[in-house]
């Protein structure tokens, strides 16, 4: 069923739905309305029996009084008189007769009904007693089970009409249905298939508001995201060959200088340490980029996370990068809180973060901490300039750089760290400086 097409999936889903309820009609007909047929039965039988029994019956003529025998709805009738027997002749088997004597003159009540099988077929009838012309009287009235099979095939033979022109009638909505359903889908995924080929300008336009609609606007997100992950993509590899080549070139050619007896420093000793700052600044960014690519692959993976302090590791952060700028005065007010999370990550995010402050401090940095209802911050703070208006909404985008920006990296991999542990970073320009806040959720935070 799967494997078919979705139309005939709706078409046959409608059909059988359809026919199972007419069954369902049918079953109830069958199991439940034959009590009432039954009822229906006996009540006819006493609505005639009601009409033979008068003082008149006896002085009919026999036609009369066989054209009252045949009353309504093949209503036969039987009169028995005590020590007499039945007064007119009957078609029903003589013994069969006698019993219904029999429980005429034992009967007690008034009105009695009674359903009996004779050569395999069910009788029902009815035994009123009461008196004519003074005498006392029993009236049988009866009916064969023909009449109610009769009612019941009439009835189903008109259920099985109402069945197939159901079945019918409803076989254009749902052909009409599937089609409208199906359109939609049917385009969606032609333009699917035009993403997977990159093929991805043009826009998927579906004016609707139902689940349909909702999957159109998904998929339009994802061309969306898709489009600037291909544009993020090739700016990306456009400054990876900028930034690789350009400590290369520097390098090479003084690597060759150097070969030719030419020392643009002056000296070799000169030329050889530009050589080698730039081949430490090309191993920054190798290291950057593939540090980057890692954080992407941790985000498909299971987190490993540990408890450690956030105190001790600012602290250990910024001992080891205090020698970076001596003439800096770094000030710190830090709480003793506990963070479950990746401590390596978080070790080279806060390693960038105070990099970047390095970078652009005049004399100070501070480092604080501060909890809320909901979350626990870390601000670093320097004196430097301002943020360039033009670069605060891209800051931590990668390759992003500043008047003294070196690579463009170190803010996005802070920025990819802090959502891989639920929280967020962000840059505010301060009245006497530039301020970063680090953000984590309070439920990833344990208070020692």
Not at 19 to 24: C, I, P, R, T, Y
Not at 208 to 230: P, Y
Not at 252 to 279: H, M, N, Q
Request: proline share 4%; aromatic share 10%; net charge positive.
């Amino acid at each position: 069923m799967k494997n078919k097409p979705l139309a005939i999936q709706i078409w046959t889903v409608f059909a059988g739905i359809t026919l199972l309820f007419s069954l369902l009609i049918a079953l109830f007909i069958f199991v439940t309305l034959r009590s009432f047929f039954m009822e229906e039965t006996y009540r006819i039988i006493e609505n005639a029996q009601m009409n033979q029994f008068t003082d008149d019956m006896l002085e009919q003529t026999p036609i009369e009084q066989d054209r009252s025998r045949q009353s309504i709805r093949s209503v036969n009738h039987l009169v028995f008189l005590p020590d007499v027997g039945v007064i007119d002749d009957s078609t029903l088997p003589p013994r069969f007769v006698k019993k219904l004597y029999k429980e005429a003159m034992q009967q007690q009540e008034t009105s009695k009904r009674y359903t009996k099988e004779i050569q395999g077929e069910r009788i029902y009838y009815v035994i009123r007693k009461g008196t004519i012309l003074g005498k006392e009287v029993a009236l049988v009235s009866y009916m064969w089970d023909s009449y109610l099979n009769d009612l019941v095939r009439t009835l189903f033979g008109r259920l099985v009409f109402v069945i197939v022109i159901a079945l019918l009638v409803i076989s254009f909505p749902a052909a009409w249905l599937a089609k409208y359903l199906t359109r939609p889908l049917r385009q969606m995924d032609e333009h699917v298939k035009r993403i997977a080929e990159k093929d991805w300008h043009e826009p998927l336009i579906q004016d609707r508001h139902d689940e349909i609609g909702g999957l159109a606007r998904s998929i339009e997100k994802m061309r969306m995201k898709l489009i600037q992950q291909d544009e993020a993509q090739k700016s990306m590899l456009q400054h990876i060959s900028h930034e690789l080549k350009t400590p290369v070139m520097v390098i090479r050619s003084y690597a060759e200088s150097i070969e030719d007896g030419v020392f643009p420093k002056g000296s070799l000793e000169g030329s050889v340490s530009v050589i080698k700052e730039e081949a430490v600044r090309l191993e920054k960014r190798i290291k950057d980029l593939l540090y980057l690519t890692k954080l992407d692959y941790y985000a498909t993976q299971k987190p490993k996370y540990e408890a450690f302090s956030v105190a001790s590791l600012l602290e250990e952060v910024i001992e080891r990068m205090k020698p970076h700028r001596p003439d800096l005065r770094i000030t710190t007010q830090l709480q003793n809180i506990t963070v479950v999370g990746d401590r390596e990550q978080w070790k080279i995010a806060f390693e960038n973060l105070v990099d970047n402050q390095m970078r652009y401090a005049h004399t100070h940095i501070q480092v604080r901490m501060e909890t809320t209802a909901n979350n626990v911050v870390v601000q670093f703070w320097n004196d430097g300039p301002p943020i360039e208006e033009h670069l605060r909404t891209h800051l931590f985008q990668t390759f992003q750089t500043g008047k003294k920006g070196k690579f463009g990296l170190g803010l996005a991999i802070v920025k990819r760290i802090a959502e891989l542990h639920n929280g967020n970073v962000r840059a505010v320009n301060e009245e006497k400086g530039v301020s970063f806040y680090v953000q984590l959720p309070i439920k990833q935070v344990r208070g020692d």
